[in-house]
């Protein structure tokens, strides 16, 4: 193999525990269903239900394609503490995540990586977790920018994985997902 090419690896999180290929092809043969409700306890539902579809800053429908076990993000793992876990959206846990998974798919061994001109780009859209805070301006800490700004999210895995290249977060709208 010539030695100017890597070995790309790759990690995905989808509904229905879907997390690795042999399952996700399974669940795409088998035209599987993974759209569920969100839960009440996440989002207070039946404050927002409505059965007129026109009316303001309400739903007729709370189905979605929902990731579970969002809640069980290592923080220590990524040296990042439990005061500013609790700020960090989730979109930024799971690139931490699926981004340590992905070089380990890849047999790429994240310190030979460090120091490295290795570039970051990143897709990203979104800031329903760090507008949250806006209603409650008391929760806001030191670390809610950096924990919900989507400029920060590219530049959090140059740091924690020392690496010296480019870093860009792009907020491509849906096709961020």
């Not at 030979?112 to 929760?139: E, F, H, K, Q």
Request: net charge negative; aromatic share 10%.
């Amino acid at each position: 193999m010539d030695q100017n090419v890597a070995i790309i690896g790759f990690a995905f999180r989808f509904p229905g525990e879907l997390n690795d290929e042999e399952v996700f092809w399974s669940a795409l043969i088998n035209h599987k269903n993974l759209v569920s409700h969100i839960d009440s306890v996440r989002w207070p539902t039946n404050e927002f239900r409505h059965a007129n579809r026109s009316e303001p800053g309400r739903s007729i429908t709370f189905s979605a394609g929902v990731l579970s076990r969002i809640d069980e993000f290592d923080a220590g793992f990524f040296g990042i503490s439990p005061r500013e876990a609790r700020t960090l959206d989730p979109q930024q846990r799971l690139l931490l995540e699926l981004s340590w998974e992905s070089m380990e798919n890849g047999c790429v061994l994240p310190s030979a990586l460090a120091g490295t001109n290795c570039a970051v780009y990143v897709g990203i859209s979104g800031m329903d977790y760090g507008n949250r805070c806006m209603d409650d301006l008391s929760v806001m800490t030191s670390h809610s920018m950096t924990g919900n700004a989507l400029s920060i999210a590219a530049n959090r895995l140059s740091y924690i994985f020392d690496l010296h290249g480019p870093s860009l977060a792009i907020d491509t709208a849906c096709s961020s997902s």
